[in-house]
């Protein structure tokens, strides 16, 4: 079963526009990361969130934790056809070992 | 400074081969963890190397094996071959094994199962 869910699965927006995507997760977690995939590639790391942050940003990416609802969000303002890719959420479990779960991911499409 | 490397990019077999996959980790890097992929779903956990051991494992069956080498570059081994081991399995590198930081991924490798 898979721990982080993203919503949407799928994404088709306008250069310029901003993209959100959101991820939830099932139980309590220490950290939660995105990654972006360009077209059946290698993940890229983006961002980590750790339990007791609400919010983080890098460059044009914002990411907001909120652990009571138990969900994440990623933000990418100001799209551009490069950002086209699948994003992943992927939580830990704590407790034990930390075995990262992904989701199934948002599939982004930023038309020029 | 050369990041993750995998090799072959792809591969096709049949069913019941065995089949072995490479990764070289980022320099600097002595852990490894291997990933399947399965088309239009997230990466799955298999395991993960450090010091020349299997230190975690996800839900895969023994047939998936693995080693680690004193250079840390590491294999997977996959024996008896199912149509259902058709995926794109990433190898990923840290520099500790601490699996909730920050790992580097390789562009993996596409293996079909015939």
């Known amino acids: 079963s898979q721990q982080g869910e993203e919503d949407p699965q799928a994404l088709s927006i306008q250069e310029g526009e901003n993209a959100t995507m959101n991820c939830s997760y099932k139980t309590s977690i220490n950290n939660l990361q995105w990654y972006r995939q360009n077209s059946g590639r290698g993940l890229v790391h983006l961002i980590l969130i750790r339990s007791n942050e609400r919010e983080k940003h890098s460059g044009r990416l914002r990411v907001t934790l909120d652990t009571s609802k138990k969900s994440s969000s990623l933000l990418i303002t100001a799209s551009r056809a490069a950002d086209t890719a699948s994003y992943f959420c992927a939580t830990d479990r704590p407790g034990g070992s930390y075995i990262p779960t992904f989701g199934r991911g948002t599939s982004l499409i930023v038309h020029p | 400074d050369a990041g993750v490397t995998q090799s072959p990019t792809h591969l096709i077999k049949t069913r019941g081969q065995q089949v072995t996959l490479r990764c070289s980790p980022k320099?600097?890097?002595?852990?490894v963890s291997w990933y399947q992929q399965a088309l239009g779903q997230g990466p799955q956990f298999i395991f993960q190397?450090?010091?020349?051991?299997?230190?975690q494992r996800g839900n895969f069956p023994d047939r998936f094996s693995g080693h680690q080498f004193p250079n840390y570059s590491s294999e997977l081994n996959v024996n008896a071959l199912l149509l259902g081991d058709s995926a794109l399995y990433l190898c990923a590198s840290s520099e500790l094994p601490q699996l909730h930081e920050e790992q580097f991924f390789g562009p993996g490798t596409r293996l079909t199962v015939l």
């Open positions: 320099s600097g890097h002595d852990t």
């Open positions: 190397y450090y010091e020349e051991e299997e230190r």
